[in-house]
């Protein structure tokens, strides 16, 4: 069969991402702070947007019932016109079906912007007279209203004033202890070593004697000077060094002590019977004397500088109204309020210009109005996902981790009928705020496990929970195995075998029983 050249037609459907849908999807994964940098990034960018300024009405949706999902068509504060509001609901469903990826619409928007005039209110907190501010809130009854936000309580010299990290605090201190300059160079180096949590390294401490051509001993005698600096512990090359040193300062070195802590693997492997020996005490003394090691700093550095913990700041607030229903609320404080310079770009179509002008203005205008709507479909696709949450879990909100339910991501998207793909990145680094606590949204989604009675599924976390439970509130002369564990679980209709037993409460980094038994021994 000879080869030659044809043409053929051929017809086939694909799901085309376009880059503005991408966008779309993008921010939907974002954390807040991920959010906030992106959107400055576009205001810098794009010369019709600009940030907004908290206004003082809520958005409102239609229709609803008590833990349902908001609705596509928002109602703003003074009304629209069916064209305006056609136009976003026609943005919105065109969104939908960009974040599910089961559908086959290109998303394509309409570009006119006289139907997608940017109401600030979406995003933005509402401050009233009463004093709260700062959320968006939906109470199953369709409305989005305000909520509580955070306040900046810092007094000014906590504003300007910095923290003296680790480096700096040594090295005042070296000033004054040291006199020598060959020593002063030596301390500097060994300043340098230290980590964030106080030690240095051994290898690097030798190295420092070659490279500035001391002796060895010149440099442990430094290093020993520097060891008696604030805090306590620190230089040191171990964590037996940094002990001992503190001991030392507390006058409590003596050679019983000294023999346990350079025994400590024997007190992490809980060997009391070989410490007592090695240590010539008996049972009480023993006992006293690891109670004197856990008052000591292991990593004396953390107290000084050290890197900032960024807190937690939840994306949506959950909590009960007078009626008795919960209220899930978006935390705006975490939204960027961002809207279209309409008088800008009035002034831009009065002066005119070349096509390219014309071109790059309405690139803007197109850009613009579609950040604005995928910020708001960020939102309200965020809070449709919060309110689901706190329906299946009610029981959770109510009673706590015990009436945990197996949930999957599926039973989300089936719920308010978007992809499951959606719904994970919706939840991604998300976080709420309830009276229980701060959650990542991620935690409500567990797996099921069997009840023994053939009842409903129980949720993995609260099994968790109850196997805690039943080990915290053990009794010392009888500490429960794995094997105990299993029978008094299915006691209580939790069919679990014993290796699932074991995996949680490695998981939970609970000790076993022996070493469980060894522990309580201890400590009384």
Same mark, same amino acid.
């Given at each position: 069969m000879a080869l030659t050249p044809r043409l053929d037609l051929r017809q086939s459907q694909q799901l085309v991402m376009t880059p503005q849908l991408q966008q779309a999807i993008k921010l939907l994964q974002l954390t807040n702070l991920e959010l906030a940098d992106y959107v400055s990034t576009e205001v810098e960018r794009n010369p019709l947007l600009e940030m907004g300024e908290p206004s003082d009405g809520p958005i409102q949706a239609d229709g609803g019932e008590q833990g349902g999902s908001v609705t596509d068509e928002y109602i703003r504060d003074g009304g629209e016109s069916g064209d305006s509001r056609d136009g976003l609901v026609a943005a919105d469903k065109s969104m939908d079906s960009a974040l599910d990826t089961s559908s086959s619409s290109d998303g394509a928007l309409d570009a006119n912007f006289e139907t997608n005039i940017y109401n600030n209110d979406a995003v933005s907190d509402r401050v009233s007279s009463e004093g709260s501010s700062g959320a968006l809130s939906y109470d199953g009854s369709g409305a989005v209203k305000g909520g509580g936000g955070f306040s900046d309580d810092r007094s000014l010299d906590q504003t300007l004033e910095g923290e003296e990290n680790l480096h700096d605090f040594l090295m005042r201190q070296m000033a004054v202890l040291l006199s020598s300059s060959a020593d002063r160079l030596i301390a500097t180096h060994l300043i340098d070593l230290v980590d964030e949590a106080g030690y240095v390294d051994a290898t690097e401490v030798k190295d420092v004697g070659e490279r500035l051509g001391a002796s060895e001993l010149d440099v442990e005698r430094v290093l020993h000077l520097l060891q008696g600096l604030e805090p306590s512990g620190v230089f040191a090359r171990s964590l037996a060094e940094c002990l001992a040193v503190q001991l030392m300062e507390l006058d409590?070195?003596?050679?019983? !002590?000294? #023999? %346990?802590?350079?025994?400590?693997?024997l007190l992490a492997k809980r060997d !009391?019977? #070989? %410490?007592?020996?090695?240590?010539?005490?008996?049972?009480?003394?023993?006992?006293?004397?690891?109670?004197?090691?856990?008052?000591?700093?292991?990593?004396?550095?953390?107290?000084?500088?050290?890197v900032a913990v960024q807190p937690v700041v939840p994306d949506i607030f959950v909590q009960k109204s007078r009626a008795g229903t919960w209220v899930v609320e978006l935390n705006t404080d975490t939204l960027p309020k961002v809207l279209v310079n309409q008088q800008y770009l009035i002034e831009l179509n009065e002066i005119g210009g070349n096509k390219e002008a014309k071109a790059f203005v309405s690139e803007c205008v197109s850009n613009a109005n579609w950040l604005v709507k995928a910020l708001d479909q960020r939102a309200r696709t965020i809070l449709k996902v919060a309110t689901a949450l706190v329906k299946k879990q009610s029981m959770f909100f109510e009673h706590g981790v015990r009436f945990l339910k197996p949930l999957t991501l599926k039973d989300i998207a089936d719920e308010i009928d978007m992809h499951e793909s959606t719904v994970s990145r919706v939840t991604n680094n998300k976080f709420m705020s309830c009276p229980r606590g701060m959650f990542e949204l991620?935690?409500?989604?567990?797996?099921?496990?069997?009840?023994?009675?053939?009842?409903?599924?129980?949720?993995?976390?609260?099994?968790?929970?109850?196997?805690?439970?039943?080990i915290d509130n053990e009794d010392p002369k009888k500490i429960l195995s794995d094997d105990k564990l299993v029978i008094m679980m299915k006691a209580?209709?939790?069919?679990?075998?014993?290796?699932?037993?074991a995996k949680y409460r490695e998981a939970m980094k609970i000790p076993s029983s022996v070493q469980r038994r060894r522990l309580k021994n201890m400590d009384t």
């Open positions: 409590r070195y003596d050679p019983a !002590m000294q #023999a %346990l802590v350079e025994n400590l693997d !009391m019977a #070989a %410490l007592k020996r090695l240590c010539g005490v008996d049972q009480n003394d023993l006992a006293d004397m690891v109670k004197e090691i856990r008052l000591l700093n292991p990593k004396p550095g953390l107290a000084y500088g050290g991620k935690y409500f989604f567990t797996s099921a496990i069997s009840a023994g009675d053939g009842g409903d599924a129980h949720s993995s976390e609260s099994v968790k929970f109850r196997l805690k439970e039943l209580e209709g939790i069919d679990i075998a014993r290796r699932t037993v």
